[in-house]
């Protein structure tokens, strides 16, 4: 029963938080998976990490002493200690961009049972003086499809903290709490973590600005078909090689191949190591005028040895070899470099 009596209280609490330890392991397990593959299936974008942690009972007891105790015992309410730890268990999940927060409140607002919500940005962002972190605080509990689940049946009534920051809000929450006296910091100090704390925003804008216009460059280099006068009337900025339009190009020629991001950035680095003058038009005439041949002599070499791979990557290296073998001779290993020109005498021979 709930009581007055502080002391008695805290040794229930000790009592409950021991007795519950597997409970409470097991409720912020369920819950991280149960968010994991919610947000897998939702297109909010990639989520770099979702952790939890058991609040430590000293804490709790800490946190409703600070928060809790004063005003309920004034009132003559009785109270329970755990009744108002609504973070024991704390879920965190570290969004890539700032704009992904309000997309996985949504998420979570259609699986569970909201109970509060806390918005940190908001409400730094309303003041012009103060400073600290900033991320989305969410209260929650199962929702009832949830929990009948069997899975979940045993943590149908424990609540969970939630909180929902970008990369750079947990880069500065981390930071954030190492600063000391923060309420009675002297002036000039506090301007210059205001000002630090700026900088930690407009990084996490820009971030976002630079996806999003990364975006749009590759939907403008890859969503229209590719053809001669395409490459032709490329205006000059655009005609030097670079990630996006040589995904439009190699796209073209190989629309059943996914070329991954991080591959094709090192790919055409490597291009404009040996050739710093490479242009778009370039690629596409070497492939033009040379993905038959190199077509041909991948039949072969896979015919010859089938374990080996030869994927398009590969088969532009080849073309490009064969556009400027001077320029690309490095582009290709020594030994592929003269398997390959073993069979081109050997095709010449032929013909």
Partial sequence: MPSLDFELERRNFLLYYDSNQQLFEGAKNACISSITSLLRQSNIGEVTKIEGRIKDKNECIK?????????????????????????????????????????????????FRIIDVTDKISALEGTEDS??????????????DLAVQERFQAFAEVPYEIQIRSLIQDAWSVLDHKIKYKKSIPNDLRRRINIL????????????????????????ETVAPIDNATVEAASSSDKLINAFNF??????????????DYKVDGFVQDILKLNHCFERGDLHQSLMENLKTVREYRAEFLAADPEHNFSPYTAIRHCLYLHDPISFQRIISRSARERFELWLKAEEGLG
């Fill in 63 to 111: 946190k409703f002493h600070r928060k809790y105790q004063s005003k309920l015992e004034a009132e003559e309410q009785p109270y329970r200690i755990q009744d108002y730890i609504s973070d024991l268990i704390g879920i965190r999940i570290i969004c890539l961009y700032e704009d992904q927060i309000a997309k996985t409140s949504e998420v979570l607002k259609q699986h």
């Fill in 131 to 144: 400073f600290g972190y900033k991320g989305l605080h969410m209260d929650l509990a199962l929702s009832d």
């Fill in 197 to 220: 704390s700026a900088l930690f925003e407009l990084a996490d804008r820009e971030f976002k600005e630079i996806r999003n216009a990364t975006a749009e460059l590759l939907e403008r």
């Fill in 247 to 260: 995904l439009r190009v190699a796209g073209h020629f190989f629309r059943d191949f996914e070329f991954q």
